[in-house]
């Protein structure tokens, strides 16, 4: 039996299964159905089957996964429950359903849902030349199952340069509430000056990484030969003072052995002759 629309719950046939693991599993899918497991807080878990086809048709509306689902079944333990899909796994490649939980929805109790959040009309700040910029595709919302919207969609027509729409600003039915940080934008319009600004600091990162990959390929080379140079002229002015200190030293040597001393050695002879 195909999916049908019932007020806005798909009607889903399904078969209670026994036996679990993956050898049962995949005997399941070799048969062409998938595996599941329904579970509900005031009900133990049942195990079951459904078709691809079925399933794929059940979940093709609007609110896709968050879609409400009637099962039909001969087992009463599951027969006329009102599910959604608690978790659903898909081939990395192929996207064929794999396994998929229901779990039992309560008009008394909430449940958590992800939602997406359409942007309508043209800003008026991007014809000043600013750009629109959605921080936020998705929200998180807790409510009654029956509450969940399809999408949240918010009217940025009236946007100028530096406006934008936080959170807590959100169009929202009585009864759903938002998670998380309530002040963070959903959506803003962005000056040009502030874009001109980052585009300018990665220009510049740009530039000084090329110039460091340049300075890092071109420059052994030339630290090299810098280097080589620097040791020449090192080498070089060691060697003057080397020889002017030996220049020196032999000019002390002649001063010591001047004639004037050798004078006094003659005059020292002439004194032991006369004598």
Do not use: W
């Amino acid at each position: 039996m195909a999916a049908t629309q019932m007020g806005g719950v798909s009607e889903i046939k399904v078969e209670s299964r026994t036996g679990i693991g993956k050898e049962v599993a995949r005997k399941v899918r070799k048969q062409g159905r998938i595996p599941g497991v329904f579970y509900g807080a005031r009900h133990e878990p049942v195990s079951f089957t459904v078709e691809p086809d079925s399933l794929k048709k059940a979940l093709n509306t609007p609110k896709l996964l968050n879609t409400l689902l009637k099962m039909v079944a001969e087992d009463p333990e599951i027969n006329g429950r009102v599910v959604m899909v608690k978790d659903i796994q898909r081939h990395p490649l192929t996207r064929a359903y794999l396994h998929v939980d229901f779990m039992e929805v309560y008009e008394d109790r909430p449940v958590t849902a992800s939602v997406p959040i359409n942007v309508l009309g043209h800003a008026a700040g991007v014809d000043q030349g600013g750009t629109l910029d959605q921080h936020l595709r998705h929200v998180e919302l807790k409510c009654a199952a029956y509450k969940i919207p399809t999408s949240i969609e918010i009217d940025v027509s009236q946007l100028e340069i530096g406006d934008s729409i936080r959170l807590n600003q959100l169009p929202l039915e009585q009864g759903v509430e938002l998670l998380g940080e309530l002040n963070s934008s959903v959506v803003s319009v962005v000056a040009p000056r502030v874009i001109e600004e980052v585009a300018a600091a990665v220009v510049e990162g740009e530039e000084g990484a090329e110039a460091a990959a340049e300075g890092a390929e071109a420059k052994p080379g030339e630290k090299a030969a810098a280097g080589e140079k620097a040791a020449g002229d090192k080498a070089g002015d060691k060697a003057a003072d080397k020889s002017a200190d030996k220049g020196a030293e032999k000019g002390k040597g002649g001063d010591k052995g001047k004639g004037g001393d050798k004078g006094k050695g003659g005059d020292k002879g002439a004194d032991k002759k006369g004598k």
